[in-house]
Structure formats: structure tokens, C-alpha cells
């Protein structure tokens, strides 16, 4: 800031007219908006747990589980030679497709354009790729064939089907069949394959072993953070705080009494006090998304036993008393507050952000954990986004002169090569499935639902420690692309900007780095 009686730049410049990367917090901490939230007119903020308020540590966390899903798998008649398989963090994404019918994982687009192609661990190129997928495309909405993982528990299956298919492929034991594999008279399809992989990850998670190991070294799974009570405690002074969760209270009890307990650190800033005091209500065993649906029978929880009272309940809230089961309405009606005044933060697109938001109005909240890894890409590797934007100029230029009646038709087919190269080249970047969000200039099918469903989204929900809660977070203007092609006109200058290629200005500059939160007066989301 400037002495007293001098003006600072921004001052002079006057409201609006500073340079609005000076304005942006640290990425690490921002929040990014996909429709402008009022922060001070949420009167309840609801969480999940499971990698919302409890995080899990990566990849030791997901060690565990695929080293269970392998046990449960040679359990059941799989070959033991599987378990010298070891998760690798580096070659899952989330929002990957498993196609039951050829065993490929896939990652798609929006519309179902097939971006990668994986059989095993080889990813299939040109020919290939056609031979299953004529149109290097699929119905999305087949849902029998085609299985989208976008959960973060999702990861260790996804590599898990990779593991699977490279074992069998490579197994001089079994024929390869497009559909599945031949050993004497037996036949193995991936259809059966997947429903295996499922039964095991039902058995992992809800038999309890998964969550037995968990508690068993807390400090080696999960991330302990003082600033979790010290935010909640903030929004406990300015609304209401609900927990729902799909886990059950004992497990439920176990984590959140180890991420609130800082009774042995000098944590000054940490009032030390029990987990439920925190919250207004809290519901486990909800069983989401049929919780944003008709839900179940609401029944109260013995804090002491961890065992459900029988019969629904049907009396008022009670001060620190747990619920298992109920519905999103019981939550209103409990809490006394409607659709839009809850703010909902959870980490799964389908589970919790596009069920409360289709259902119930509810305001989103998406946890996204890669996010610090896609960042510091996105940051350090713009000069492959530069590439990628030079290219697309230097094809504008080779087209400029020429109309439906030019005969001349210039060789691409070198720049196309190069665009191919550095697509790749920023994809491996990121791992070796590619970005979250992004393929080259294309956006994934993940991306598609985190921007049509989360209001907003972060790497963690710790970033509102960040903001006032008056703050309004407002959403940049999604330019079309004729609107983003097309320049305004300079009237004073006389001269005109260059516009950005579409993919570049619908999704930021490089020199931008990423999409920056900004207040404002609130606009109209566009939702009744």
C-alpha cells in the first residue's frame, strides 16, 4: 500500500481498470467458477466425507485397495500370477470409459468421440482403433456396454481392467478373442471380467477390510489438516453445516474423530472440542444418489453402541445427533432450508454433484485433487500450448487467399503430424492417460460435467479459507465461437486485437494460465 496522501497505480487507474492478474489469489488457493454464487446467501453448507473432508493419501491409499481388489480376485479363481501387479499412480485418470464388450478403456468427449485408446496397457493407434470403432465414436448411453469411472475409488479399477487385460493378452495359457479370452473349453468375456472387478469392489468396500486396513494406520492413509476445524468452525458462525455420507457412523466416528483431534499439537488457532459439535446434522449411511431421490427410512443413530434405534424417526433436530439413511428433503426439512441455500462440497460428478443439483437445486461444490497437478502443467508446459496456438495461425495463413473457386489445395498433412506430436507430447505431461480435462484442444467428458454441474470447483474445499464469506464468485463469460473469433471493433485506435484460435480463447491464454475468480454484481445462472 501507498503512504498516507499518495494514490496507489491501481487507485489512479480507477475501479475496474487495474491489471486483473494482480487481483487473482494463488492458484493453489483459488476457487473456480462455472455460475456466479452469492457466498452470503448460502445458509447451509453440506459435506460428504470420503475425499471431501477426509482425504485420502495418494497413491498409498490406493496401494492399499488394489492390493486388496487382486487378493479378493485370486480368492474367488483368478490366477495368483496376477498379484505380482502393483498400482501405478502415473496411468489412471478419472472419467475414463470401460468398454464390457472389447475390454478398451477409453476416454471420450462430451458427444462420445473417442480421444485414447487403451487395450491393456497398449494404446492402439489409427487401424486399430477403427477396427473396434468404425466411427471412432460410441453410444454413451449404451450403459450396459460402456461404464464410465469418474470416482476417485474408481482408479484403482480402472488400472485394475488395464492389469487384467495385459495379463491375459500376454499369457501364452489363454486364446485372444476380441471379446474375451479361450482357455481349453472355457470362455472368459469382458463382460464377465468387469462384473468380477465390480463384485470385488463391492466386497472390498462394503465387507469392511478396506476400511478395517484404513484404521488400522490412520497417519499413513489419511491427510490431517488443523485448518479443517478452523474453517468449519467460520462457517458455523455464519450458517448452518450438515455431514452426509454413504459410510457408516463407526468408520464414519473413527475418521473424523482423527481429523478433528489436535488435543496432543500446540494448535492455538484450534478450539478443542468433539467432531460433532461441528456440524448442525449428520446423516450417514445415505446411500447417495438415492439419497437426492426417494432415499430411505430415517432412523436415529446410538452414538454409544453405533447400533440404529428402530423405527423412523420422526421428532425434531436434536443438538449432535446422528441419522442413517433419510433423503435431501429430510435434510431441508430438519435444517429448515430450501434448495438453493445449500451449498453442497463432494468429490463424486455423478453421486453428489449432478444428482443435488438436478434433483434438488442444491449449489455444488466439486472437489477436484488433481487439480494442483493439472495447474502446475498448465503453468510450466505453456510453451506446448503456444506450439499448438502457432500452429493453428500458421494453417490460417496457408488458407487465408484462398475461396471455393481456388483450385490450389496446400499440404497440411506436416502440420497435422506436428499438432499430433504436441497433443501427445503435453498429454504424457500430465500421465500417461493424459489430462483430466483435456486432450490436445479437446475436452473431456469429465470436464464437460464438472463445468455443466459444479458451481464450483477446487483442489480442495480448505480454499474458502481464502475468501470472506460475502464474497461473490462470479463466472467468466463462455464465449462462443463466433464471438470469440471475431474481434470488437477499436474505434478509437482504429485497430484491431488478434483473436485467439477457439480452443485457446474459450479456455484461457496461456499467458493466463488458468480461469480467474472475480466479483461483481450477480448474474443469472440460467437455472429456475
Not at 100 to 127: E, I, P, Q, T
Not at 134 to 147: A, L, T, V
Request: with cysteine; proline share 5%.
Amino acid at each position: 500500500m501507498g503512504s498516507e496522501g499518495q494514490r496507489s497505480p491501481a487507485a489512479a487507474r480507477g475501479p475496474g481498470q487495474g491489471d486483473p492478474r494482480a487481483l487473482r489469489r494463488d492458484c493453489q488457493h483459488r476457487i473456480f467458477v462455472n455460475r456466479s454464487l452469492a457466498l452470503e446467501k448460502i445458509k447451509c453448507f453440506g459435506f460428504d466425507m470420503d475425499y471431501t473432508l477426509a482425504m485420502y493419501k495418494s497413491p498409498d491409499y490406493e496401494e492399499l485397495a488394489f492390493a486388496l481388489l487382486l487378493e479378493h480376485l485370486v480368492a474367488i479363481g483368478y490366477p495368483p500370477e496376477i498379484l505380482a501387479y502393483k498400482y501405478d499412480p502415473t496411468f489412471p485418470t478419472r472419467g475414463l470409459v470401460f468398454d464390457a464388450l472389447y475390454g478398451n478403456l477409453l476416454k471420450v468427449d462430451s458427444h462420445g468421440n473417442l480421444l485414447v485408446c487403451a487395450h491393456g496397457f497398449r494404446f492402439l493407434k489409427g487401424a486399430e482403433i477403427l477396427h473396434y470403432y468404425p466411427n471412432k465414436f460410441i453410444q454413451r448411453d449404451d450403459m450396459k456396454r460402456f461404464h464410465i469411472l469418474n470416482t476417485l475409488f474408481n482408479l484403482t479399477e480402472a488400472h485394475l481392467y488395464a492389469c487384467l487385460v495385459d495379463f491375459f493378452t500376454n499369457c501364452s495359457r489363454y486364446v485372444n478373442c476380441d471379446t474375451g479370452y479361450k482357455h481349453g473349453n472355457l470362455f472368459m468375456s469382458f463382460r464377465s471380467m468387469f462384473q468380477d472387478v465390480r463384485e470385488a469392489m463391492d466386497h472390498v468396500h462394503l465387507s469392511g477390510c478396506l476400511k478395517e486396513k484404513t484404521l488400522e494406520n490412520l497417519e499413513k492413509y489419511v491427510v490431517k489438516d488443523p485448518r479443517v476445524p478452523l474453517l468449519l468452525s467460520r462457517m458455523k458462525e455464519v450458517g448452518k453445516v450438515f455431514l452426509a455420507t454413504n459410510s457408516d457412523y463407526t468408520y464414519t466416528d473413527a475418521i473424523m474423530s482423527y481429523l478433528f483431534d489436535f488435543s496432543n499439537e500446540d494448535k492455538a488457532d484450534v478450539p478443542r472440542r468433539p467432531w460433532r459439535s461441528y456440524f448442525d446434522l449428520i446423516v450417514v449411511d445415505t446411500r447417495k444418489p438415492l439419497f437426492f431421490a426417494e432415499g430411505t427410512v430415517l432412523r436415529q443413530v446410538d452414538t454409544d453402541t453405533g447400533k440404529l434405534r428402530i423405527g423412523t424417526y420422526t421428532g425434531p433436530l436434536q443438538h449432535c445427533a446422528v441419522y442413517s439413511g433419510g433423503s435431501s428433503d429430510v435434510v431441508c426439512d430438519l435444517l429448515g432450508v430450501k434448495g438453493k441455500d445449500i451449498l453442497y462440497m463432494g468429490d463424486h460428478i455423478f453421486g453428489d454433484i449432478l444428482k443435488s443439483k438436478k434433483r434438488q437445486g442444491w449449489r455444488t461444490f466439486l472437489v477436484v485433487p488433481e487439480l494442483a497437478r493439472e495447474l502446475q502443467v498448465w503453468t510450466e508446459k505453456s510453451e506446448l500450448f503456444e506450439e499448438l496456438r502457432s500452429l493453428d495461425l500458421f494453417l490460417a495463413e496457408l488458407y487465408q487467399h484462398l475461396d471455393s473457386g481456388s483450385s490450389e489445395r496446400p499440404d497440411i498433412s506436416s502440420i497435422k503430424r506436428r499438432i499430433q506430436k504436441v497433443t501427445h507430447e503435453m498429454d504424457m505431461c500430465y500421465g500417461k492417460m493424459g489430462s483430466l480435462f483435456r486432450c490436445g484442444s479437446r475436452q473431456t467428458l469429465f470436464a464437460n460435467q464438472l463445468m455443466r454441474y459444479a458451481d464450483l470447483y477446487a483442489a480442495s474445499f480448505i480454499n474458502f479459507l481464502y475468501y470472506p464469506f460475502s464474497y461473490l464468485f462470479r463466472a467468466p463469460p463462455v464465449l462462443m465461437a463466433h464471438e470469440s473469433t471475431v474481434e470488437h471493433s477499436h474505434r478509437d485506435s482504429g485497430d484491431a486485437g488478434t483473436a485467439l484460435p477457439p480452443w485457446l480463447a474459450q479456455h484461457g491464454d496461456p499467458h493466463q494460465q488458468v480461469p480467474q475468480d472475480s466479483s461483481g454484481e450477480e448474474e443469472d445462472d440460467g437455472e429456475a
